[in-house]
Nanobody, 121 residues
Framework: QLQASGGGLVQAGGSLRLFCAASGRTFSNYAMGWFRQAPGKEREFVAVFSWRAGSPVYADSVKGRFTISRDNAKDTVYLQMNSLKPEDTAVYYC????????????????WGKGTLVTVSS
């Protein structure tokens, strides 16, 4: 199971840190990532930490503002979000995937319940 937390209401320019803890099994060799879904929009890729990729991968819209990190000992992935914008408002989901990572949400294997991030202008 995956449990995401850390969402909330923040003003534009502010920061939030999201957490996603895995339980029940270890995902140390899997890709762990974040997606988000705004009202009326499709779920979109945000960031992934995959050992196969060699380094974190980010969506262009968050590059330079968001940082994904991972603690394998705790089976936890984090998303540090800085310089938040109103367009970052969405429900954020963490996910785990076997094998290579993908930008397509539908191929990811495990999903946590989302955490809502609201950025006010």
């Amino acid at each position: 199971q995956l449990q995401a937390s850390g969402g909330g209401l923040v003003q534009a320019g502010g920061s939030l840190r999201l957490f996603c803890a895995a339980s029940g099994r270890t995902f140390s060799n899997y890709a762990m990532g974040w997606f988000r879904q705004a009202p009326g929009k499709e779920r979109e890729f945000v960031a992934v930490f995959s050992w196969r990729a060699g380094s974190p991968v980010y969506a262009d819209s968050v590059k330079g503002r968001f940082t994904i990190s991972r603690d394998n000992a705790k089976d936890t992935v984090y998303l540090q979000m800085n310089s938040l914008k109103p367009e970052d408002t969405a429900v954020y989901y963490c996910a785990v995937k076997t094998g290579a990572y993908s930008l397509a949400a539908y191929v990811w294997d495990y999903w946590g319940k989302g955490t809502l991030v609201t950025v006010s202008s």
